[in-house]
Every structure is written in structure tokens, then in C-alpha cells.
């Protein structure tokens, strides 16, 4: 005979009777604590035994939750499967009828939905891409509509808030742009000075840093810090808004959501892009400054070849590409933000998806400037 | 789904069944400077369901949070199972949360999960319940609550009412002792709070559990309250406490007559002013024929 305490539950084993059948006794308090263990003890037991038999005296257990219950009916339909049953002896009254209750309600209980096969969830999956890329047309229409409305009445803008986005995207991101540029300046020329040396070329690095930065990285690295500060910050305002009622609130006041919240925000991303991509140029070059003046190399040779090798309409394409990501960027955060579902994990959701679709859109949007750029020799 | 024998889900002896369940002792409970109760003394029995009851600001979910450990006392003490809630630290505080359960106004329920995943949720962090079992727990609590077959629905998909339901599923799926409840009929309709209202009381007579309910709903309060404790806001803490029958024909203190018989304070005898006697909407009809006046001759 084996007996094992667990917290205040007590389960005893007992030699097979003639018929075959197991049997145990179980004492004490069958609940959440306890009933995990008991189960566990219980199969292997009747699993060592070899038997789908199983007695089990219940007369001396003095509380059984849920838990206790659906390990009983769990078991006996496990025996009855292979063949044999649970036989609760001695269950008090109480037990009895809060078991009935339950295999009661159990058989209420819906039965899990059947998970699609691939081929559906292929098909579910297409059909939710083509309704966003419906939805994102849509938001094209609803926001040139807004901005179209903006323009001809710009009073009916709300300055206030133009600011206040300005401040947000522009003033408070300058700091980790002017970080970033400068250590991007100061890696890219340090790693191309070094394989540039050995032909005595390092002078070049300045020509390589300018144009690369001027016209490709500047635009592209300033978008993607963009995505990631104020299109994820767009996203997650308007989507708790939207799940707090605000733009119902808005909407039923006979008021344009998109007009008053969108288009301040918006025009905010497009003034401050530009000018932080400068800020990211100035600082980048900075950067390589820094390592050309360590190796040995005047400022006056540096800054010379620099202007040599850029033009404005370099600085001028550079500045255009980057108006073009921050409409991108601006526009798939608040059109995030307004397609937000509903709770908490929405709102998260929208933000991760804002950061994720702006830098798809700007990858895309920089490749197709690349073919444009060549096409037209410019 | 349980039955007492020798003891409740708590481990309250049968013979203790008269010793209450939730001690409030000297409670002061406040934000920074301002004091929203001082002085309260309170006794939850095993079994009861007990509703707090005032007016907005008196404090009523400040004293629920306030039981439930959600804030601290500025002096005084809250004992479950002879147990202080504010001082318990590490897996005795756990057990002390493990005993109870709470539902939130608007339900809490986390909207990535769906509902089946919610009710789950506490059975697979705070048990080593098997999956069959676990499933088989919830489910039957969703069952308990009338949500069969809303299982893989998620939050957003159901009613006021279904989000309510759900959450007091999530909140007795462990078998706690007492279940807390904060305003379980705000928003809902008669109907869909009257059937909250049944399935309150049935969780309470079937299994013997134990609720503490926030609510401003008087047709709740006469249909499920065992003893309703009146807090008031100028007074800081409780006024009166009793039956809600004798308390409404018999309260002599002014704050709870005019509670229970929706007066306003201030107003002569304190009647809600009649409604104004407008003119009819349809007035006479038109006469016909100032619409429609004689051609004029050429």
C-alpha cells in the first residue's frame, strides 16, 4: 500500500480486485492546488496496473472545486475509451449532484471550431491583404479630400496642433538625428578609408560620404528613424482615440476627423523631414570629417572635395526624396491609427504595423527613385 | 462548481461559517492629501452577497480596491481569512489574490485572447492543471455563465453584456471564496442586467460564494443584496447598513432616505421638479386652403 500526501488531499492505492479493477482511495481537498497532482498520479498508476478500471473511494473527500470535477469526468471518459470506466464509490450527496451539474454544462459547452486548412487560411489571408490595399485607396481618396478642403481654407487648419506635431516630430527627434548622422559619417568613412589607403585614395572617402549621404542614406536613414518615432507615435494616438470614441465624438459633431487630426500631423512630418535630413547630412559629415582630420588630411581638402563632387541639384533631389517619404511615412501612421480594431492589443498591433508598412513603403519608394533617377540621367 | 463538506474553498470550518470572511479595520484610505474614507469598519460573512452602495465620489470603489489590495491604506487594514491583504508579501500575497476574484467595470478582458483564452488564462499561470482538464474547467464556466459556444469569439465580438459575463468566468474560474465585483450592471439594459442580476444569485445559493458588488442600480440591489453597506461622501465612510427593504422604509438618516427614494437634496421636499407641460406637437392641421390659394385671374 502506497499512500502520498498532496497539500491536503491524500491518495491510496489498493491490490487489484478479482475483477480486474484498480482501486484507490482519495481523502481531503480536491481542488486547483491539488488536483493537477492527483491526476498525474492517478494515470500512471492505473497505467502501471493495466487496467481501464478504475474504483475510486470518494467518501472521505471533504471538498472538491471544479478542478476535482473535471478530473473525474476527464478520467472515466479516458477509461471508457480504452474500454473500461471510472467508478466514484461512496461520492456524498453533494458530490453527486454538483458532478451531475457539471457533466451538465460540459455537454453545453460548444465543441472547438475546426482550424482551416492551408488553403483557406491562404485565401482568408489574401482576402484580408485585398481588403487593406481597398482600404488604403480608400484613405488616399478620404485624405486628399481633406487636405483639398485644408488648402482652400487654411484657417480651418488648426495651427495650434501644427505646431504642437512640429515640436513632437521635428524639435524633439533633432538629437538622435544629429547622433546617428554623425556616427554613420564616422563608420562609413572610417570603413572606406581603410581598403581606399592602400591605393592612396583616402581623399575620396569625402567625395563617397557626401554623395552618398546627400543623395541616398541622408533621406533614407532620417524616413526610418521617421517610421519609427513619429509614424509608430501617430499610430498609437489616433488608434486610442479611436477605441475611447474620440472620432466618433468628432465625427458625430459633424466634424471631419481627417481635417482636424490628420492634416496638422501630416503637414507637420512634411515640414520637418527635410530640414532633419539636413541636420542628418550636416552631422554625417561632420563624422567623416572627424576621421579625415585623424588621418592627417587638412579640413580646407576636405571641404573642398566635398563641393566638388556634390551640386545643389544633388542636395535638392536628396531633399525631394525625403518630402516624398515623410508623406509616406506620415500617411500610413494615421491611416493605422484611424483602421485600429478595438483593445489594447489593437492599438499595439496598429503601431507595429505602421512602423513595418512605412519602412516597406520607403524601400520601395527609394528603388523606384533609383530607376527614375537613372532613367532621366539626373 | 464545488461542495462543502468540512470546509469552504477558502478553509473556513464549518462551524466558523459566522466569522467573517473580510475584515475592514479602522480603514483610511485617501490620494495625497485628500481623505476619501476614515473609520471604516466592515465585516463580509461567508455566503452573503453584500453591496456597496452611495453616491458618485463616496468612495465605493476606493473601498473596493482598497479589499482587493489594489491600494494601500493610509492607516488600518483589510484581513482576508484572518490574512492582511497590504502586508502579505510574496507567495503568501499570492495565495491571499488566489482566494478571491475580481471583475472590472468594463470587463478587462485582454482583446488579443480570445474568450475561451482568457477564462484559461489564470488556470495555466497560477495552476499545473493538465491542458484536458484546464479546457475542461473553462469551458464549463463559460457554460456556467451562459457563454457556451462564444469560445473562439474575441472581446470585441460580444454584447456589453457577454463582456460582463465573461469576465465574471475569468474571475471564478480558480473557485475563489469571495468574487468582487465593480458596477456589473453599468451600461447594460433592464433585461441583460436583470439576467446578471439571476446569475449572480444562483452563483451565490449553488455554490455558497461570496460577493462583494459595487453598483448604483437600485432594482439590483432589492433583487440580490443580502446587506447593503451605505457610504457617504461627506461623511467619509459608512452611514448605515442592513437589510435594503429596512433600510428604505425604515432609515431615519436623510442621506439613504433620499437615496433609496431618488430625492434631491435641496429642493423644498425634495421632489425632482414635474416635467414641463409643452404644447401638443400636432397642433390643428392647416387649412388646405392657405396652401393652396385660389389661381389669381389673369
Known sequence: MQSELFSQVKLEEHPSTASGAFSATLTGRLDVRSTGAIWRRLRRLVGKAGTSRLRLDVSGVGYVDASGLALFVELDEELRARGGGLELVGPRAELAGSLERFQALSRGAAVPARRGGVLERIGRGAQAFWR???????????????????????????WRDFWLSCETVGANAVLIIMLIGFLMGLIISFQSAMPLRMFGAEIYVARL??????????????????????????????????????????????????????????????????????????????????????????LVSYTNQVTLSVGVGDLANGLFKSFIFSLLVGWIGCVRGLQTGQGAWAVGAATTSAVVSGIILIAVMDGIFAVLYYVFHY | MSFTIDATACGVEAGDRHAPLIQVRALKAGYGERIILQNVDLDVFPGEVLILLGGSGCGKSTLLKQMIGLEQPLSGSVLINDRDVHAARGAERTRILHGFGVSYQTGALFGSLSVLDNVLLPLEECTDLPKPLRLRVARMKLAQVGLAGFEDHAPSELSGGMVKRAAIARAMVLDPCVLFLDEPSAGLDPVTSAELDALILDLARSLGMTFVIVTHELASVFAIADRVIMLDKSRQGIVAQGDPRTLRDHSTDPMVHDFFHRHVSGRGKGEIPEPLNREPLNPEPLNSEALNPEPLSP
Open chain 1, 132 to 158: 487593406d490595399v481597398r482600404d488604403l485607396v480608400g484613405f488616399v481618396g478620404l485624405f486628399v479630400s481633406g487636405f483639398a478642403q485644408a488648402f482652400r481654407r487654411p484657417g480651418s487648419i488648426r
Open chain 1, 209 to 298: 560620404l557626401g554623395l552618398s549621404m546627400i543623395r541616398e542614406l541622408g533621406p533614407l536613414v532620417t524616413a526610418i528613424i521617421l517610421a519609427g518615432r513619429s509614424g509608430a507615435s501617430f499610430a498609437a494616438e489616433l488608434g486610442t482615440m479611436k477605441i475611447n470614441q474620440e472620432l466618433d465624438a468628432l465625427t458625430t459633431m459633424g466634424l471631419d476627423p481627417v481635417r482636424l487630426l490628420v492634416v496638422p500631423r501630416m503637414l507637420a512630418a512634411m515640414c520637418m523631414t527635410p530640414l532633419l535630413t539636413m541636420v542628418f547630412i550636416v552631422f554625417s559629415l561632420i563624422g567623416g570629417a572627424v576621421v579625415m582630420f585623424s588621418l592627417g588630411y587638412p
